[in-house]
């Protein structure tokens, strides 16, 4: 299936300064399978000593064997998804953050974060989520409180809550004036 992997003595020495300057654990072990394979070590017991998959062990040996550089077992990182904030939407959301939302041509009161999604989708912008606007007011230290509904006052409340009795009643009271 896969031929055991042969190094020059040349790049025995080439894996070997990689591997003294390596920084990650995953660029370590992947160099120190190609110097076990090439001392002899059979694939699997490459494996269980570095706690990979025969496959992957597999996968490294061939890599190398394509590019003949050791650079290319290093871990190469696609980014992600590019992201959705460009300069004019992250100055959309910034002009939306000064002015209220009435001005913005919205019924209400205090901003959103539905109605910042709401604004900056009618604006031209990509539909974001609202987990997506939050990340990016955070990102912009904004702190976004939910407010919190309060009742009125109650305008009976002193009808309902009466002084408390004088201790001892009406009698107490007038034993306390002299009374009797």
Do not use: F
Request: charged share 30%; aromatic share 6%.
């Amino acid at each position: 299936m896969h031929s055991v992997i042969r190094l020059t003595t040349r790049q025995r020495r080439q894996i070997r300064d990689r591997l003294r300057a390596a920084r990650g654990a995953g660029y370590c072990k992947r160099l120190v399978a190609l110097l076990e394979l090439d001392g002899g070590t059979p694939v699997a017991a490459v494996a269980d000593l570095l706690g990979v998959s025969r496959q992957s062990v597999y996968n490294w040996a061939d890599g190398y064997r394509a590019a003949a550089d050791p650079d290319a077992l290093q871990d190469r990182y696609g980014g992600g998804r590019p992201s959705s904030w460009t300069a004019e939407l992250r100055g959309l959301l910034r002009a939306a953050l000064r002015r209220r939302p009435e001005h913005l041509g919205y019924v209400g009161v205090n901003g959103t974060v539905p109605l910042l999604r709401e604004y900056l989708g009618d604006s031209g912008g990509p539909r974001l989520s609202d987990d997506t606007i939050r990340r990016h007011l955070d990102r912009l230290g904004y702190v976004w409180k939910r407010s919190r509904y309060v009742l009125p006052p109650d305008p009976e409340r002193e009808k309902k809550t009466g002084d408390p009795p004088a201790v001892g009643g009406a009698a107490a009271a007038e034993r306390r004036a002299g009374g009797g």
